[in-house]
């Protein structure tokens, strides 16, 4: 039976020029160490705005934020544990909160989408798409 997570993307500008992308340390095994998506693993009593937003606060402090579904990752090898089905969510931090790190994540920080640490899982692909679906949407 597959697990289902949900990733939440968060994009911050600095100033008016720089896009940013909050990411996490991981602090457990697989991937310990190297940098993620905030997300977890959806509870059966939640849903999966519930879940991502629940995930968000845990690791890294941040609430409130408007998210919108991107879409759902399902290569069977994405996750080394088992099989992991996740559906990612995209959204702006538009001030420059204080951010906590806690719960899974040991670190946590904003970074240039131009200069990513190696990523844990297929996160990098799936900050790819929300930042296409981003742009798209500020084009409009």
Request: contains cysteine.
């Amino acid at each position: 039976m597959p697990a289902v997570t949900a990733d939440a993307v968060i994009f911050n500008l600095k100033g008016e020029e720089k896009l940013r992308i909050l990411l996490i340390q991981r602090k457990n095994e697989p991937f310990k160490g190297q940098w993620a998506l905030p997300g977890g693993f959806l509870d059966m009593n939640e849903t999966l705005e519930e879940c991502v937003a629940r995930e968000l606060k845990e690791e890294t402090g941040l609430k409130g934020i408007k998210l919108y579904q991107l879409e759902a990752f399902s290569q069977p090898n994405r996750d080394p544990r088992h099989r992991t089905i996740t559906i990612a969510f995209w959204g702006f931090c538009k001030n420059n909160p204080k951010l906590i790190a806690s719960s899974d994540a040991q670190n946590v920080g904003w970074f240039d989408l131009n200069q990513l640490p190696e990523m844990a899982f297929d996160h990098e692909e799936i900050i790819k798409k929300a930042l296409k679906r981003a742009l798209e949407i500020m084009a409009e």
